[in-house]
């Protein structure tokens, strides 16, 4: 969602703008542009649709050494060139990119620009205007004016600005949207995600909240809102850039879903000692130890993932789980337990839905957890401890890897709790063995991908609706199961549990409806799930079996190998992250980057 890049002090900024934006693609927007200048000139250069587009617009003919680029994600107003970024001030003077959402715009806009003229809808664009009207109609010298600015403008922002009168400083603002300052020499970036700058640099200066600051080609000052000067480390980032590519792979969803057996040994090997023995930070099974309650806050496939980690949390530590949808408990948080502990599972660690009740929960004095795939990312520095996913840059909008280490880390942290505190159970449960079947299970899913694909042409063929139905972790998984196949296929698709479709829901099934069913885990429970199939076959359903193989009937239609009933949903899942992707595939749709989508979503 919306990305930031730019640059100053380089010969090449072009390039790197363009090249940068390419990497931000994957966050998702449906426009972009960039603003590149040199002593003398300025150019802007603005396109909708893809990154390609803009390159063609912009040749061999536009060259610079300072320049930001962007790619929106259009919230205020439509994607057109006049509401795609940069943006200019009335007198063309100042260009400003940004990411998030001014709440007040409009207030600013009556109270500040009357006479002014406005080229597009956006929020951005009153900003850069109050910008250069507070220069230009008011006197203030450019620091002082984008100061100024900021404490008018309500609302969430990462901002790039640039004088083009004097063309050697970026400067730059954040509140509650992700922004990085890469380091070079010679030369600084800056950037919404590491990701976008690997190529030029991996030394990285964090920036927070309320923080603004001023980039040159050999420094970068941090300073509060009220001028003082921040004194701040940077950090070198683990990233390869081997990682982000997508080698002979057609859509980088494929890639990530073949990586998930590579991933599940990864994390066996970072949450074990050198004598196998399960390791979790001693400050963080302390943490669960003290709570009464683990609160799991996360959106989406994260929220998803949450409840496939709800039974086997419960189990191995004895404390009670309770979910929460983030966008819902930023507004309203319900009636908590004596010492809860907020455990946030996020792969991107920037979303602002979640990010809003952690910001809550720190208020509150509440201890928290972030899960997540990306260290240094805000719900990581802002919760009290971090477990990451080590599943590797994930790139398609459709999260899929993150999904399964999410599952997969949790169950080291229930593991880890459980021993600690003396549970049999836990102590009984013997992860790392059962991760490494869980591996071996993803590969014997994947190596069946052709037969999967065939399956899929048949069933979902042209349909406009389905529904995945499972009970107990498999009824979990349906929910991350129907996600998938919808966002990325459009096709509609409910995920239930399988006793409740009888209870309204079922007069939705009619002569050939798509019935996906989870099978799995107990013999008596899967014949339960098999009645419910009769159920709508019996009412014209055309039904698709996932199957544990021990419990498979003839008929079946896809088995996955057996694995430990804790880890059920990470392997029910691989058959359902395939069937999405093929689904997707066969309507040529783009699969990596599904309509109105972003992979990072950073306004609430
Ligand atoms: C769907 C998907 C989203 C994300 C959600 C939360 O495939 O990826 O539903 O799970 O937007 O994002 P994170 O996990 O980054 O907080």
């Given amino acids: 969602m919306c990305g930031i890049v730019g640059v100053v002090g380089s010969t090449n900024a072009t390039d790197i703008l363009i090249q940068g934006l390419e990497k931000l693609e994957y966050r998702g927007y449906d426009s972009a542009g960039i603003f590149v200048a040199n002593e003398n000139q300025g150019q802007l250069i603005k396109s909708v649709g893809r990154i390609a587009d803009l390159k063609a617009k912009v ?21 057109t060139e006049d509401n795609a970024h940069p943006h200019r001030s009335q007198t063309e003077r100042f260009v400003l990119v940004h990411n998030g959402v001014i709440e007040n715009y409009l207030q600013i806009k009556e109270e500040y620009l009357t006479g002014h ?11 850069v205007h109050l910008i250069g009207k507070l220069v230009e109609e008011d006197g203030m010298d450019v620091l002082e004016a984008f100061k100024k600015a900021l404490s008018i403008i309500e609302g969430s ?5 640039i004088d083009s009168e004097n063309t050697d400083t970026i400067y730059v603002a954040k509140n509650k949207s992700p922004l990085l300052i890469g380091l070079g020499d010679g030369y600084n970036m800056i950037c919404s995600d590491a990701i976008a700058m690997i190529r030029e640099t991996n030394e990285y200066m964090e920036i927070h909240d309320k923080e603004l600051v001023v980039v040159t080609k050999d420094s970068v000052e941090v300073q509060d809102y009220q001028g003082n000067v921040i004194e701040r ?25 073949d990586e998930q057996p590579t991933v599940m040994r990864k994390l066996i090997s970072k949450y074990t000692d050198e004598t196998g023995r399960v390791t979790v930070d001693d400050d963080i099974v302390k943490a669960v130890q003290d709570a009464d309650r683990l609160y799991i806050i996360a959106a989406g496939t994260s929220y998803h993932a949450g409840f496939a980690s709800k039974n086997t949390l419960e189990a191995l530590t004895g404390k009670p789980v309770e979910l929460g949808i983030a966008s819902e408990w930023g507004y309203h948080m319900p009636l908590l337990s004596q010492k809860p502990l907020f455990i946030f599972i996020s792969q991107s660690g920037e979303t602002a839905d979640s990010r809003q009740v952690l910001v809550k929960a720190n208020e509150l004095g509440i201890p928290s957890l972030t899960v997540t795939n990306v260290p240094g990312s805000t719900l990581s520095r802002e919760a009290s401890y971090t477990m990451l996913l080590h599943a590797g840059p994930e790139i398609a909008v459709a999260s899929t890897k993150a999904y399964t280490a999410q599952v997969a880390t949790l169950a080291f942290l229930a593991k ?8 049999a ?31 899929v042409e048949t069933l979902l063929g042209n349909t406009r609706n389905a529904f995945y139905i499972g009970r107990g972790n498999d009824y979990y998984v349906t929910m991350e199961a129907a996600l998938k196949l919808k966002e990325i296929s459009y096709i509609q698709t409910e995920g239930f549990a399988a006793g409740e479709l009888k209870h309204g829901t079922i007069s939705l099934i009619e ?42 009937r003839e008929g079946d239609d896809i088995l996955v190998n057996k694995v430990h009933p804790f880890l059920t949903a990470i392997s029910m899942v691989i058959p359902a992250q395939l069937i999405a992707y093929f689904a997707s595939l066969q309507r040529g749709l783009d699969v990596d980057k599904p309509r109105n989508l972003a992979k990072s979503v950073t306004v609430e």
Avoid at 70 to 77: L, Q, S
Avoid at 157 to 161: G, K, N, R, S, T
Avoid at 233 to 247: C, N, P, R, V
């Fill in 425 to 455: 159970e836990a102590k009984a449960f013997d992860l790392v063995h059962e991760l490494s079947i869980v591996a071996q299970s993803i590969e014997a899913t994947l190596s069946e991908k052709d037969v999967i694909a065939e399956k």
């Fill in 511 to 552: 002569d050939g409806t798509p019935v996906l069913a989870l099978i799995s885990g107990d013999e008596a429970v899967a014949a339960h799930t098999r009645g419910n199939v009769q159920e709508v076959v019996a009412r014209g359903a055309n039904a698709l079996t996932i199957v544990e193989e021990d419990l498979a």
């Fill in 416 to 423: 880890a709790v459980g021993e600690a505190s003396g549970k």
């Fill in 59 to 79: 040749g061999d003919a536009v060259e610079g050494t300072i320049g930001i680029g962007h790619t929106r994600w259009a919230t205020h107003g439509k994607p």
């Fill in 117 to 127: 003229t406005l080229k597009g809808q956006t929020d951005t664009e009153i900003a």
């Fill in 157 to 161: 922002y990462a901002f790039a600005l």
């Fill in 233 to 257: 480390d940077s950090y070198t980032a683990e990233l390869d850039l081997s990682d982000i590519g997508k080698g002979t792979y057609p859509f980088y969803m494929l890639k990530e879903i």
